[in-house]
């Protein structure tokens, strides 16, 4: 993981090339995502906004925004995968509880941090295998950091409330985690426009700026492996 920073006047080209190098990304096998941070939408001291805008925005070669889905299934494919290769189950059901056992092992660091990503993955395959689809949308959902879903789902997968400012790292984490095993390369995040920080009240931009360079530490102690972080401002 690295982190890099393009400032510029307004209109010299920083949005243009911060697009540019997401499309060459993602042509390398990256996925993409781009934040514009913002006061009210989008405020740094508050990361699982962040995080929600970031899963909203997720971008593949083939999917132009909104990828998640496409990238957890293809997750959970290539789980299959590796365990008809190792194992070759001899039914539906044993081929379930060997792809949960596999995933436990995969996502084993990251439940450490944030037990509630693996467990809405393993409730978001079980729903997709029981023919629940109303439910696994919702189980998405709460794992792309949207708000208020449903007492119902949330019960579905054991987990509590929604995404906090350091349960988004956590699923940060979960994240990298199944974009490599899936066969990305890694994740470019852009932050765009965080010279706005420079306009909020004093007490808001110390907690903005504690907020990146709480990420910005983390990405430089390896905590997040393939992700690099594109500021602009």
């Not at 962040?50 to 909104?66: I, K, M, Q």
């Amino acid at each position: 993981g690295v982190f890099k920073a393009v400032r510029g006047e307004y209109g010299s080209g920083k949005t243009f090339f911060s697009r540019w190098l997401q499309e060459r990304a993602r042509r390398l096998g990256f996925v993409s995502s781009e934040v514009q941070v913002s006061e009210t939408q989008t405020p740094l001291h508050r990361l699982e906004t962040v995080y929600r805008r970031l899963c909203e925005h997720l971008a593949t070669s083939d999917c132009r925004s909104g990828a998640l889905r496409t990238v957890v299934d293809s997750w959970f494919y290539t789980l299959e995968q590796d365990v008809l290769q190792a194992t070759g189950p001899d039914s539906d059901a044993a081929l379930l509880e060997a792809t949960e056992r596999l995933l436990e092992q995969r996502l084993a660091t990251v439940s450490e941090r944030a037990p509630a990503f693996a467990a809405c993955l393993r409730a978001y395959r079980r729903a997709l295998a029981a023919g629940e689809p109303d439910l696994a949308d919702g189980l998405l959902a709460w794992l792309s950091g949207q708000p208020n879903v449903g007492a119902r789902i949330r019960r579905a997968a054991g987990i509590k409330g929604d995404i906090d400012h350091y349960g988004a790292l956590g699923c940060l984490q979960g994240l990298l985690t199944i974009l490599r095993d899936a066969g990305f390369r890694g994740l470019v995040l852009v932050l765009d426009e965080v010279e706005t920080l420079q306009r909020v009240r004093g007490d808001v931009r110390d907690r903005g700026l504690n907020a990146l360079r709480q990420l910005m530490d983390e990405i430089d102690a390896g905590r997040y492996p393939g992700l690099y972080l594109l500021l602009t401002g």
